[in-house]
């Protein structure tokens, strides 16, 4: 089980968290421009690299808020950064 | 048609089905507090403006810290970095959210209502916080949560918020209406897989709430 370091209300259980995939993806802002190809990059496509990755969590269970972390998906070990 | 209609608390079931058999060491006494009112406060707390017409309408500061609560009139909970709950006497809470809504007018925020969604129940006695324990995964040692601290946290696998009122140790916990049987049967069957009765207790305005 993972310990959580939520921004707000500190470790936490991995149960109390809901996991909201790979981060830092932005919305096309005008998406009618794309191709079919580009706009099932942004939909589908995703990075599963092997290391450092940053990702989004919600604690749900507690204060419900957002944030990003990044984790390293060989040890499991998050880096310290929270933003 | 509504004459079959009738109030009943989410906890008569639970309070009706206590034998008073059980271990005889004393875990901790369930009290079933009494219905409150309850209004969930989202604000900015960055804004000077936001945190005074609050305080001066509620007379009571908001908690400024993440985790901890206010006692007065109201009792406050801070639940995040832009929410609070203010759990006020029933009854008085349409009252004190019209007043907030006047005060706060032009301001960015957001007030609603969530009386009736929640019970509340005492957790009070020497072994409370091994009773908690068996299903919290929160740290609950006295070194890292102290009195006047509460968290949102699950206890068996049932969101809910804790609080710790006193160094009894008496835990408040609001939880769900409809989670609220399943918890009491939990907490109570916690207590006697460590050979202590947890024992239910109403104390509630009007005496017992079986009608």
Request: contains cysteine; proline residues 5%.
């Amino acid at each position: 089980m993972l310990l959580i370091n939520c921004p707000w209300c500190g470790p936490r259980d991995e149960s109390e968290f809901g996991y909201g995939g790979e981060a830092d993806i932005t919305r096309p802002a005008d998406p009618d421009a794309l191709t079919d190809e580009e706009w099932a990059d942004y939909l589908f496509m995703r990075k599963n690299p092997r290391g450092l990755h940053r990702e989004q969590w919600v604690h749900e269970h507690g204060c419900r808020r957002w944030f990003v972390l990044e984790r390293d998906t060989v040890t499991y070990r998050f880096s310290d950064d929270t933003t | 048609m509504s004459d079959g209609l009738y109030r009943r608390h989410a906890l008569a079931s639970f309070l009706e089905g206590e034998t008073g058999n059980g271990p005889e060491n004393t875990a901790a006494d369930l009290e079933v507090r009494p219905d409150y009112g309850y209004l969930n406060l989202r604000g900015e707390p960055n804004s000077e403006r936001f945190m005074q017409t609050v305080q001066k309408t509620l007379e009571q500061p908001l908690p400024a810290e993440a985790g901890a609560f206010t006692s007065g009139q109201h009792t406050i909970y801070r639940l995040g970095p832009d929410e609070w709950l203010v759990a006020s006497e029933l009854g008085t809470e349409n009252e004190t959210a019209g007043r907030l809504a006047e005060n706060l007018a032009g301001q960015c925020y957001s007030l609603v209502d969530v009386t009736g969604g929640q019970i509340m129940m005492r957790l009070r006695g020497p072994r409370a916080r091994e009773v908690l324990a068996r299903g919290c995964t929160l740290d609950l040692h006295p070194r890292a949560f102290k009195a006047g601290r509460c968290a949102q946290t699950t206890l068996a696998k049932t969101s809910m918020l804790i609080a710790l009122a006193d160094d009894a140790p008496t835990f408040d916990i609001i939880v769900r209406r409809s989670f609220a049987e399943y918890a009491a049967r939990w907490l109570r069957h916690s207590g006697a897989s460590i050979h202590s009765r947890v024992t239910p207790v109403f104390t509630g305005a009007g005496g017992n709430p079986v009608r």
